[in-house]
């Protein structure tokens, strides 16, 4: 079952242009993006505004979180900070019908929204798709398995290790090299 964080809307709905304005702190599940499967650390920071705007309840805010990771070249964990934009558009399903076929929206259900997939989606967009504790990182070695990081190892890359090896002998200068 998707992780929910539902949000009663009130009297907002009633008058155009009143707002709710949240700023909470919440705790999130693990979630995993592709293959990397981020956990938050300490609780996530939502500050998001939601406002009656006639054809239906927009969201607008962010959401901060630090996520542990680990790294794509030396496979370290790390602490990352996500800070990701959230938007979403709300409306009740009788709105639904009137709103343009590309349009995408979320349902109002019982005078409450669920903001945990914008939430996500924010975060999401935010995360790299390739996650490195620090971009001078010099990862493992491929021979020995060393954390290049932490000890320089003594293992010569193999230059035939290459697919397009083979194709250097095809290739000769004037002077024989």
């Keep these: 079952m998707e992780p929910l964080y539902r949000v009663e809307l009130g009297t907002i709905l009633n008058e155009l242009g009143d707002q709710i304005m949240l700023d909470v702190e919440m ?58 934009d959230v938007e979403g558009f709300y409306v009740t399903p009788s709105h639904a019908k009137q709103l343009p076929e590309e349009q995408e929206y979320e349902f109002i259900h019982d005078h409450a929204i669920d903001l945990m997939p914008a939430l996500l989606a924010a975060m999401t967009v935010d995360l790299p798709f390739a996650p490195l504790h620090d971009p001078e990182c010099a990862g493992i070695c491929p021979t020995c398995g060393a954390d290049r990081n932490v000890d320089p190892c003594d293992c ?20 024989g090299e």
């Design 156 to 175: 010569l890359e193999e230059a035939d290790g290459s697919p397009f090896a083979a194709l250097g002998d095809l290739f000769h200068t004037e002077d």
């Design 27 to 84: 705790s999130l599940e693990p979630f995993t993006v592709g293959t990397e499967t981020f956990s938050p650390v300490s609780p996530a920071h939502v500050h998001i505004s939601l406002t009656n705007t006639g054809a239906g309840v927009v969201a607008q805010g962010t959401i901060t979180v630090d996520l542990t990771a680990t790294c794509c070249r030396c496979l370290g964990d790390f602490v990352l900070q996500s800070v990701g």
